[in-house]
């Protein structure tokens, strides 16, 4: 089942770092931001995770859970943490199924050879497990800005309902 904006996320289980468990309902009531990128330890790659780091506090303050996700193994995935000081957890999805069910597996040209690969993606979860918003085939500058500024205005949105 394919991931809709404005529709409920589909059921799916996934392991993070610290051992944590991530599903379409463990982040109820909270603001879920899941970040899609092609690999640990790449110069894009590390350039997001450092920015997304780097604006986690505002994304808790605002109310928001940020995971990266990629199809590295967990030991990738806890030494690209540890390398970088990531305070949020990296989702390792190694058998694809939540990089296809949120359709970013593309093939994708590299070094003159067709290869399938992860296209950078960051889905945007409300605390009613509806997705809100979606940014597909992205560029690193200037991107996590957007999603908190999507975030904040999420939760303005909120405090205004409430």
Known sequence: MAVVVNKPLPEFD??????????NTSHQGQILVLYFYPKDNTPGCTTEAMQFRDKYADFVKAGAAVFGVSRDNM???????????????????????????FGVV???????????????STFLVGPDGMLVQEWRGLKVLGHVEEVLKAVKSMKAAQKKAA
């Open 106 to 120: 593309k093939n994708k040209i590299m070094y003159g050879k067709k290869v399938k690969g992860i296209e950078r």
């Open 75 to 101: 030991k990738s995935h806890d030494d690209f943490k540890e390398k970088l000081e990531l305070p949020f957890e990296l989702i390792a999805d190694t058998e694809e199924k939540l990089c296809h069910m």
């Open 14 to 23: 996934a392991q993070a770092t610290g051992g944590l468990k991530v599903s």
